[in-house]
């Protein structure tokens, strides 16, 4: 069960920038278009949410649950996705340009013409 509804994360994003939400359960959760630019998701539950065309820039997505998630087209320039789980993640179109992925997991992961992926 997330810790936090959609309203009360756009709240949260609202009144601050780089808002700390290391880990905060956001499972299942439809947060597309949301704006997380510089915001601290390490160890965060993000398995089986909706982040389409999201903007996670500069983001630290270290050891954060990404399984299943949905991130077309979203904004990953920069972000920290280090041991990040990316099992079954679609990051069609997504933009990762300058993300650190060492030791993410992308099996199974959807990366069609996602920007700064060596295909």
Known sequence: MPDLTRVDLIKILAITDHARLSGVDLSGLA????????????????????????YLRDARLEEANLEGAILINANLKGANLKNANLKNADLTASNLVDANLYGADLQNAQLTQARGYPQ
Do not use: E
Request: charged share 10%; aromatic share 4%; hydrophobic share 35%.
């Open 31 to 54: 947060l597309g278009g949301l704006n997380f630019c510089g915001a601290d998701l390490t160890r965060a539950n993000l398995s089986h949410t909706d982040l389409s065309g999201s």
